[in-house]
């Protein structure tokens, strides 16, 4: 995984002629902390896991991640993680650098008192590297609102009051509107960009989408709000289809009540992997990595594809969509709706003061479309595809960051 976003990186930073040492400075993780975590469990037996916080970058601000439960979870996939967050959060220009962190845990195996007990242990070892000016954690996977209240209720109690040490919290625990929605919104917003340019509009489009979760389903939901035609939606249970268009509210009350697309009444039932060559215009990989990979590429019958999920293209099959001229939105750009707006309830936390649903999802949709607009103006100046652009766009951000601060009289290329 590490090796995946460093390829990318290189070919940007070949892009901009970085010289080695550079390169060394700005993939080098500032700080990586390993934690044991023990605790006596509800069945009275001892269990112990590890904790991971890997900081990458804080020329742009504090750092600013993900808290991933599970099994997985290792120092690799954090460093990963984390370096990823510094090129997004550069990308969309909020202020952070980047981080990623968890616990080798499985929470579908754990009890809510033993996940309590082991977030609590994280934070009495975390908080001396952890905190509103330093890095501030958000939910990722296995992660949510609920832990993020107690990561604040905990930090509280050794720092004082501070709203700002997380994101992502409960809206009754100074949580932000628009939150929820606010990664699918921007897949909508970048998406509404690319179909400026290319002299579209959303009452003419075909959409399919893979993942119906917080991502998908917010993304389907808004893109088919402007009149795009959802024709299939994959998930872990399946896939459904209407060539007229899903009536997505119908299945997303669907797949609350059963737990997945799989049956939904008003659709076509198909084997959820087609979504990938799915014949429709646009394809938004909203699940899982990897979906797209060397030997699917040449079969996406998508001209526009929007990551909405982290990674769900493989470098191989980037280069056989390239080819094929496929304007990938790339996920450092497509979904930093998220982090956008988490960006939006520190600051609302270090104000003490709310901003409406109006006012966030006004923020967001003018961050969403500069970004967008930056990275193409990279990518024609350079004429390089939009992933390596979102890439270069960023490396020259942090680059120009890292360098403002210290007395050094190297002159950057670029
Ligand atoms: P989620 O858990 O809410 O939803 C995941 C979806 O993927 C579910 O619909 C699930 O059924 C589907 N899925 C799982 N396995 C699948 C399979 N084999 N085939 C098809 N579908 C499958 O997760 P989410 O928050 O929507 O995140 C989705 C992706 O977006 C992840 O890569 C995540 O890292 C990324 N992401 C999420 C956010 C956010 O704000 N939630 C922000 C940035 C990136």
């Known amino acids: ?29 500032r700080r990586t902390v390993k934690i044991g975590i023990n605790i006596e469990a509800e069945d009275g ?59 080798n845990c499985d929470p579908h195996a754990l009890s809510e008192r033993d996940l309590f007990q082991i977030t609590v242990r994280f934070v009495e070892q975390m908080k001396e590297v952890i905190g509103p000016t330093i890095d501030i954690p958000a939910p990722d996977v296995n992660t949510n609102a609920k832990v993020m209240g107690w990561i604040m209720h905990e930090y509280s109690k050794y720092e004082g009051f501070s709203p700002g040490v997380v994101t992502g919290k409960p809206l009754d625990l100074f949580g932000s509107e628009g939150r929820e929605a606010a990664t699918g919104r921007g897949v909508m917003d970048v998406l509404a960009e690319a179909l400026i340019e290319q002299r579209m509009s959303f009452g003419d489009i075909t959409v399919a989408v ?55 009444p008003s659709g076509e039932a198909f084997d959820g992997p087609e979504i990938i060559t799915w014949d429709a215009d646009v394809l938004v990989p909203a699940a899982l990595e990897d979906a797209i990979h060397k030997d699917n590429a040449a079969d996406v019958k998508a001209r526009i594809i929007v990551e909405g999920a982290n990674g769900p293209t493989t470098p191989e099959a980037s280069d056989i969509l390239n080819d094929r001229d496929v304007l990938i939105i790339p996920d450092i750009l497509a979904n930093a709706g998220g982090v956008t707006v988490s960006y939006f309830e520190w600051v609302q936390n270090i104000q003490h003061f709310r901003w409406d649903e109006e006012r966030i999802n006004q923020e967001l949709d003018k961050k969403m479309s500069r970004a967008y607009r930056s990275v193409r103006q990279v990518a024609s100046e350079h004429s390089i595809d939009m992933r390596t652009a979102a890439f270069v766009l960023a490396i020259r951000r942090v680059g120009k960051a890292a360098l403002a601060r210290t007395h050094i009289e190297t002159e950057l290329p670029f």
């Open 210 to 264: 893979q993942g119906f979760g917080n991502v998908g389903s917010n993304a389907a939901r808004l893109i088919a709000e402007r009149g795009a035609r959802i024709v299939a939606v994959a998930d872990h249970t399946g896939g459904v289809c209407a060539e007229a268009g899903l009536d997505v509210p119908a299945l997303v009350a669907w797949v609350a009540e059963h737990g997945g697309v799989k049956g939904f």
């Open 45 to 103: 037996s001892l269990q112990s896991y590890e904790g991971f916080r890997v900081q990458h970058n804080m020329a742009r601000g504090p750092m600013k991640g993900g808290l991933r439960y599970h099994p997985a979870m290792d120092e690799d996939h954090a460093a990963a993680l984390a370096n990823l967050m510094t090129w997004k959060t550069a990308v969309v220009d909020v202020p952070y650098g980047g981080a990623k962190g968890g616990i």
């Open 1 to 29: 995984m590490l090796a995946e976003s460093h390829i990318y990186f290189h070919k940007a930073a070949d892009v901009l002629g970085l010289a080695d040492n550079i390169r060394t400075i700005l993939l080098t993780p």
